[in-house]
């Protein structure tokens, strides 16, 4: 993991072995030790955490060992999409959709969960990292939501992916209406 300040106030964070760029808000700082414990008391936590000063706002990335090529992205947020649903019904409030990074497509949806004080917002989204799935989340309280998520389309549309050199086959899927 690198970081690198810019100007805007923003910073370059390089993450996942050096396979993601992507830019955070300043005041982002990467998670380790026991606050991974305290955010995610479950066992296993993300491979890698940024949270802001506050604790509410966290983003995490995962380079998982499943197969995804970029035109599964869309059908692969849908289908995680459907599992929270069944879990969390009428929970979810942004469909699953695309939104175009760097040179990538991913792919996002939102729901909402009861918080300790309020409700909370995560936005799960998917990229594909040289043909795996990169699977990660941004979480943020409700009252927050219409400026969270410019945050977010600012946050994904500066992903860059670093590829090996090769041939990039096929087209870009852009779904329907991001913001609703």
Not at 167 to 173: D, I, L, P, R, S
Request: glycine letters at 12%; proline letters at 3%.
């Amino acid at each position: 993991m690198e970081n690198i300040r810019e100007e805007t106030g923003w910073e370059t964070v390089v993450c996942l072995n050096g396979q993601l760029e992507i830019q955070l808000p300043g005041g982002f700082e990467a998670v380790t030790g026991k606050e991974v414990e305290k955010k995610f008391p479950y066992g296993q936590g993300p491979q890698e955490i940024y949270m802001d000063h506050t604790g509410e706002k966290i983003i995490t990335f995962n380079l998982l060992d499943k197969a995804l090529e970029e035109k599964q992205v869309y059908s692969a947020v849908r289908e995680i999409q459907v599992l929270i649903g069944h879990l969390y019904p009428e929970s979810i409030r942004q469909q699953a959709a695309c939104i175009r990074a760097k040179e990538e497509t991913a792919g996002w949806f939102s729901f909402a969960t009861g918080g300790l004080t309020e409700d909370c917002i995560h936005i799960l989204f998917v990229l594909s990292l040289e043909g795996k799935m990169m699977f990660g989340s941004y979480h943020f309280p409700a009252g927050d939501e219409a400026e969270e998520r410019k945050t977010f389309q600012k946050i994904i549309r500066s992903a860059a992916v670093k590829k090996k050199k090769q041939e990039k086959a096929g087209g870009w899927y852009v779904g329907g209406n991001i913001w609703g």
